[in-house]
């Protein structure tokens, strides 16, 4: 019986010590990302590119409004003169699914040039996503193009690298199913805290240097994930 009561005590001891570590870690990020956060596109210092952080697309070249929203923040980055480039990375992994073709046909429908565009089809995750853009695209500075909800942990990331980086919030509405990706964003917040500060795994694919400073067709002209 007391060894039972003993396993119990530890057994909740290690629980409220998890606890803390996840509260401790999303409060560390959301405190550090606050100054960081731009609410409008007139807010953020100029950068070399915006990164808009791909998610869910249909078929049809059809776009959630997560997405959608974050198309048309990005957009006003690139009119208001605040970036030279958009840099979208997302998933691509499969035929079937296809984020970033899908946002580049709506960036080119919003008249933004091809050579400003430059395309990441191995942001499989936020991130190799900012991972990608440091190591293989060379970004230096960048504004964020996301959620609220997301930003934290996307600076994070990126500050972790040493890319000077904001965040633009690209909330226009609200949305449906936000509950349920805030509650995501705890335990993904706790895994890229690891991965940016202690594990820094590589990203899924590297691929040649394709710098932002140059043409985004170059982005195009050859599988960057490879």
């Known amino acids: 019986m007391k060894t039972l009561r003993y396993i119990l005590i530890i057994a909740i001891f290690l629980s409220l010590l998890a606890g803390g570590a996840v509260w401790h870690i999303n409060s560390c990020m959301e405190r550090k990302a606050t100054p960081l956060i731009r609410r409008t596109a007139e807010e953020c210092a100029p950068a070399q590119a915006a990164i808009l952080l791909g998610a869910g697309v249909y078929s049809g070249r059809r776009v959630s409004p997560v997405v959608y929203d974050r198309i048309l923040a990005a957009v006003e980055l690139y009119r208001s003169g605040r970036v030279g480039k958009i840099l979208i990375s997302g998933d691509h992994g ?87 990706y805030t509650a995501r964003e705890i335990p993904a917040r706790v895994k890229d805290y690891f991965y940016a500060n202690m594990l820094k795994p590589a990203p899924r694919h590297h691929g040649r240097p394709v710098p932002i400073t140059g043409d985004g067709r170059a982005s195009r002209n050859h599988a960057s994930g490879e």
Do not use: C, M
């Not at 580049?104 to 430059?118: C, G, S």
């Not at 190799?128 to 970004?139: C, G, L, N, Q």
């Not at 909330?171 to 349920?180: C, E, L, N, P, S």
């Open 94 to 180: 499969t035929p079937y699914y296809d984020e970033v073709n899908t946002i580049h046909h709506w960036l080119r429908k919003k008249a933004v040039p091809e050579r400003d565009i430059f395309t990441d089809y191995a942001g499989f995750s936020t991130y190799d996503s900012i991972v990608r853009a440091k190591e293989v695209f060379e970004v230096q500075t960048a504004i964020l193009v996301t959620q609220e909800y997301h930003l934290p942990r996307a600076l994070h990331i990126a500050s972790s690298l040493g890319i000077d980086a904001q965040g633009l919030v690209a909330d226009r509405r609200g949305y449906r199913h936000i509950v349920r």
